[in-house]
């Protein structure tokens, strides 16, 4: 017997006058305040979970229940403009939403503990999402063939669906791992392989969506395997050489004087490689990450301390804002989306299938299977005796399978007469494996034994003053305070009158004098609040004593800023 129930939204009045742009103006400044509303709720919500240290509940899915309450009441009022302008839309997310997410994951990568397990990161993104795309529609498939709801899909139509399916969710688990510090490695290999699966899982998307309504041949596999390779490589080679054309540009001009437009040139250089590579139709993700990668590895060192400091909290703002705004929207999807037909048994069985039944044999396959090849390789070509990914390790990747708001996003671009049974079918599956996996990942934590708090060294581009602040004691005397967790305390105290150039101006990174323009900058200070061009004065080391305070971290020798300024 056919169960099939079909939610559409009540269509608009037929006599009702155009709307004029005020009304509309109006509606939408009313949609936007509720949006606001929610971000500042999920924030308030995100402070009261990770201070009381609730661990039975994440704050995602707080946001997902937010949204769902606000859209159940924008459903049942009357009206339909707030309804549709809080409607899902696919290009908001792709051209809006996602973009920071993936430019802050390339930039602020762990580049060592990423590329040390690059291999491993492959593995599981590629032959990893293959896998589980094809086993979901190739089930899909089957399922199709049993009539049970009247779902007739077509081969390519089931494998779409699957690609769909396949995208994970990293915002929840990461977001759950940076809270706990979980081991580095394993945050580097479940980190490589979500935002790498995404970007696999949108350019398999594609791919297959030219074959659709196509006769498929043996050929075509071949075909589909070419462009798939060619996509993911040239969007690659975009993100690498509009990074590097970013570092080159600041390498060899003046920009760190102007820190204010140097830090949106970064940003607007690395979001133009995003759209560019989208509009050649291959894969923006692709390209924004390891643009990201390279602007983080090679033009970061050349960038004012200002430009440093912006471009990393500005990125970080950015994500975190899009990530909570993206669970909210899920939230609000649900009920605010036009047309709805609920399949409850295929839910159920694709709910099923996708953490029982395909997580015991497409997400078993993508995960233990090839754990023990990786092992086996280390083993054997390596000389490793232990073994390079635990039983733990599997586990925890098994467990963080959870799908995202990428398949949701990509859902919106189903054809055919199932496209809003197969929409309405990713939209409830990813809710429900966020809400159900994404919130007992910190339990799985601890059953697994998995190490906690792990705290890595600090980067290099972590600023000295934030970790070791300065006391400055007047009559000269700087002193450094201990380092944490070393019990040193290092000092140095000389008179400023040693640090003057010959000319009489001070020296260092924060009176250094410009051998084009003869003018003394002050871009790279921290304690500057102009960071503009400074005309030189005939005394300035009285006027200028809170400007060389970070010259007491130089030691008495000054190596330690000699190697970073050639750095």
Known sequence: MALALSVTAPPAPTNVPETTPEIEELYSAWALTILCFLLILSLCASYYVQVRRIRAIHETVLSIFAGMVVGLIVRLSPGHLIREMLTFKHTLFFNLLLPPIILNSGYELK?????????????????????????????????????????????????????????????????????????????????????????????????????????????????????????????????????????LGLKHSSLSMYPGIESCLVALIAYTSYFFSNGLHMSGIVSLLFCGVTLKHYAYHTMSRRTQRTTKYMFSVLAQLSENFIFIYLGLNLFTQDVQVFKPLFILVATAFDHQVIVCATRYAAVFPLSELINLFHRTARGKRGEEIPHSYQMMLFWAGLRGAVGVALAAGFMGDNAPALRTTVLVVVVLTVIMFGGTTARMLEVLGIRTGVEEGGDGDSSEDERYPLNVTGSGDWTNRSAPGTGQDRRFRQSPTNWNAPNGQPSGRDGRRSSRSGTLWSAGSDESDAGEVLPPGPNMQADRLSGVRQLAELGADGKWFTALDER
């Open 111 to 247: 580049q060592e503990n990423f590329f040390r397990n690059f291999g491993s990161i492959l593995t599981f993104a590629f032959a990893g999402t293959f896998i589980s795309a094809v086993g979901i529609g190739v089930l899909t498939y089957i399922y199709s063939f049993l009539s049970l709801e009247s779902l007739n899909v077509t081969l390519i139509e089931c494998l779409i669906f699957g690609s769909t399916l396949s995208a994970t969710d990293p915002v929840t688990i990461l977001a759950i791992f940076n809270q706990y510090k979980v081991d580095p490695k394993l945050y580097s290999v479940i980190f490589g392989e979500s935002i790498l699966n995404d970007a696999v899982s949108i350019v398999m998307y594609e791919t297959l969506s030219q074959f659709h309504g196509s006769e498929i041949y043996v050929s075509s596999i071949f075909h589909g395997i070419g462009i798939f390779l060619f996509s993911f490589i040239s969007s690659m080679a975009l993100g690498v050489i509009f990074g590097l054309g970013c570092s």
